[in-house]
């Protein structure tokens, strides 16, 4: 990666630049590979590649079913390589296609598809903008072939973490984080040399609950639950989709990017610190050796996690028009608070998850999406949502495995599915407040 050693998989050393990477621009481009193009981060990086043609050419894109958003990025991109989910489609993809200017791509379906997709001969780097452990293989595939990864798949580290950081050392590959907490703290330690980095400190705004009081939240679950099912799903400073906004409600995404930050930079669980931030400005933090404390500021924008991925070791100069620089006056206040683990008892599994190991990571995010798609459906209630995971993860114990393979991993996660409907389907999940 870039260079390690014993750390994590982002641990950049001194950050040294490759010396074979050429200067972005000047005829200079990285080539991407995008899995997940129709999706909120496809989109996003199609954005910037169409807005730095000169930096950057979209080489292969995967997508699901979304043909009709698919057909115009093939048109717009022209790339080489084309995969869709379903091998039925493919026909009627060719057919809206056939008037596009220039060749047609090699259109491939499936998983199959996925991976050749990701591993295209010609890519530098591949983005993973899928969702799930169907994320894995094709993330395997890139890293075995060489390609850098742009890391917008949780699962990839969370629940793979034991078999993909070795893999990606191994090859030599670079893992850069395209989520915004793990890109500041990526982005923090440019420069720091080994055995430098103290503490990693995870901001979290507090989703959609950070200033509702717990008793309230109580309350609303015998009284009012459709108060919860509504609130949970509207977050008061970014607009993202129903999981990961629910997932902030209940600060399970920062759970999860814990365990991310173990395995992105060899830190101990011990020295990764959750703070609540409400203005969402400062990403994330880092405690030196000496206790500097380095900070990375920014209005809330996904676009710039995932440009500095693309363009890293450089730095895109951007237009202020549609990147707005930071205004301090405009800014304000920056406040900060201990994040309640009562109110919040995502925190506390996640640690333990991450202290476990093994499989068990895995099946805590698992559960935690069963649990969260089960809830959006109004077949759970909110504190569900914790009980099912912390139900999942205790019958999980007498299966776990320390030092998984990846099919060890897809099996935990498929079980960890599977169980929390079963908890939900027999009844043997309650609502919380009620027991």
Not at 190 to 214: H, K, M, W
Not at 365 to 392: C, H, P, R, W
């Given at each position: 990666m870039f260079p390690q050693s014993r750390y994590g998989a982002c641990w950049p050393g001194r950050a040294e630049v490759p010396s074979d990477v050429p200067a972005l621009g000047n005829g200079n481009v990285k080539k991407i590979s995008l899995l997940g193009s129709t999706g909120s981060i496809g989109t996003q990086t199609l954005d910037i590649a169409e807005e730095n043609p000169d930096k950057f050419e979209i080489v292969a894109l995967s997508a699901g079913k979304n043909l009709d958003v698919l057909a115009e990025q093939i048109k717009k991109f022209k790339p080489k390589m084309v995969s869709i989910s379903d091998g039925a489609d493919l026909e009627k993809l060719r057919e809206m296609i056939k008037d596009m200017d220039g060749p047609a791509p090699e259109l491939l379906y499936?998983?199959?598809g996925m991976i050749e997709v990701a591993r295209h001969k010609d890519v530098d780097s591949t983005v993973t903008g899928i969702v799930g452990c169907a994320g894995l293989p094709p993330t395997v595939a890139a890293i075995e072939a060489g390609k850098n990864i742009c890391l917008a798949n949780k699962e990839t580290l969370i629940a793979g973490g034991p078999a993909i950081v070795p893999l990606a050392v191994k090859h030599g590959v670079k893992i850069l984080p395209a989520d915004s907490e793990h890109s500041a703290i990526f982005q923090c330690?440019?420069?720091?040399?080994?055995?430098?980095?103290?503490?990693?400190?995870?901001?979290?705004?507090?989703?959609?609950?950070?200033?509702?009081?717990?008793?309230?939240m109580l309350r609303c679950a015998k009284e009012d639950p459709a108060f919860l099912q509504k609130k949970a799903t509207t977050h008061p400073n970014w607009d993202m989709g129903a999981k990961i906004t629910c997932d902030s409600a209940t600060l399970m995404n920062k759970a999860l990017e814990v365990i991310e930050a173990h395995?992105?930079?060899?830190?101990?669980?011990?020295?990764?610190?959750?703070?609540?931030?409400?203005?969402?400005?400062?990403?994330?933090?880092?405690?030196?050796?000496?206790?500097?404390?380095?900070?990375?500021?920014?209005?809330?924008?996904?676009?710039?996690?995932?440009?500095?991925?693309?363009?890293?070791?450089?730095?895109?100069?951007?237009?202020?028009?549609?990147?707005?620089?930071l205004d301090f006056v405009k800014m304000g206040d920056l406040t900060f608070r201990e994040p309640d683990v009562e109110k919040y008892p995502s925190?506390?599994?996640?640690?333990?998850?991450?202290?476990?190991?093994?499989?068990?990571?895995?099946?805590?995010?698992?559960?935690?999406?069963?649990?969260?798609?089960?809830?959006?459906?109004?077949?759970?209630?909110?504190?569900?949502?914790?009980?099912?995971?912390?139900?999942?993860?205790?019958?999980?114990?007498?299966?776990?495995?320390?030092?998984?393979?990846?099919?060890?991993?897809?099996?935990?996660?498929?079980?960890?599915?599977?169980?929390?409907?079963d908890l939900v389907e027999s009844g043997a999940c309650k609502e919380l407040v009620a027991v």
């Open positions: 499936g998983e199959e330690i440019q420069g720091l040399p080994e055995n430098a980095l103290r503490r990693i400190i995870l901001t979290a705004s507090g989703g959609a609950f950070r200033d509702v009081p717990y008793e309230e395995y992105l930079y060899g830190t101990s669980y011990d020295n990764i610190d959750v703070v609540i931030h409400p203005q969402s400005i400062i990403h994330s933090m880092v405690e030196t050796a000496d206790s500097s404390v380095l900070a990375q500021l920014g209005w809330p924008d996904m676009r710039l996690p995932i440009l500095y991925t693309m363009s890293w070791p450089e730095r895109v100069e951007c237009s202020e028009v549609t990147w707005p620089r925190l506390t599994m996640g640690y333990a998850a991450g202290r476990t190991g093994g499989t068990m990571t895995g099946v805590f995010s698992a559960a935690n999406e069963q649990a969260v798609a089960m809830f959006l459906d109004k077949k759970i209630g909110y504190f569900d949502i914790y009980k099912t995971i912390e139900m999942a993860m205790e019958a999980h114990k007498n299966d776990l495995i320390l030092d998984p393979t990846l099919d060890d991993i897809v099996a935990s996660d498929l079980w960890a599915r599977a169980h929390v409907k």
